[in-house]
């Protein structure tokens, strides 16, 4: 019970200071997510919005999730690890010439055992090089300035740079169908 006051009493006085940092939200989806990626749909949470996924094709890579609105961009970069927890033997078959014929042959083998870890992590901020300028996403709703910059990006690949809590930075791409889709979702309204 005392740690449960405890947790309570830290909640009030984290709240009464606000947050300790800005940042750009997690993704409401995850790289396995149903949706249609790279195309503008409407959303009942985030009105009209698009999916990007960038990923790597090893099974045990990264996948970097984003949706994109008005309302604002939320992004998780999700990544694993692994531990060798030990090794399994498993049994195998090939065939083999023994005496002139090819008969079936079993032999045993040493697999090994990974224990995987996921990883959850969601930028500080959000680097675009548009059309020659710099602009920097860190939370809330997009400002104009970045929505007419993003509405008017050029079609193909746009590279844009994570800035992580610590000061690190990754480039990483956001698809072009996905570009393309910010013209109708960041449009000015008429």
């Not at 009209?48 to 990264?62: C, L, T």
């Not at 083998?109 to 901020?125: C, L, S």
């Not at 709703?141 to 993003?150: D, F, G, M, S, W």
Request: hydrophobic share 35%; no cysteine; aromatic share 14%.
């Amino acid at each position: 019970m005392k740690k449960q006051v405890l947790a309570f009493g830290l909640g009030i006085g984290f709240a009464l200071m606000g947050s300790p940092a800005e940042a750009v939200q997690p993704a409401p989806i995850d790289g396995n997510a149903k949706v249609q990626w790279s195309k503008v749909i409407s959303d009942p949470f985030d009105g009209v919005v698009v999916y990007d996924k960038n990923f790597s094709p090893s099974d045990h890579g990264f996948v970097f999730v984003t949706s994109w609105s008005k309302g604002g961009i939320r992004a998780t970069y999700t990544w694993y690890e692994s531990d060798l927890v030990g090794y399994k033997t498993v049994w195998r078959t090939r065939w083999v010439e023994k005496k002139g014929k090819k008969v079936e042959e079993s032999y045993s083998q040493q697999e090994p055992i990974y224990h995987y870890t996921r990883f959850d992590e969601t930028p500080k901020a959000i680097l675009f090089a548009v059309n020659g300028q710099l602009y920097t996403y860190e939370d809330g709703a997009v400002e104009p300035e970045l929505a007419t910059a993003l509405a008017s990006a050029p079609p193909g690949n746009m590279r844009i740079r994570l800035v992580w809590e610590n000061g690190k930075t990754k480039d990483i791409e956001v698809g072009k169908g996905t570009v393309e889709a910010w013209k109708v979702v960041f449009r000015e309204k008429t």
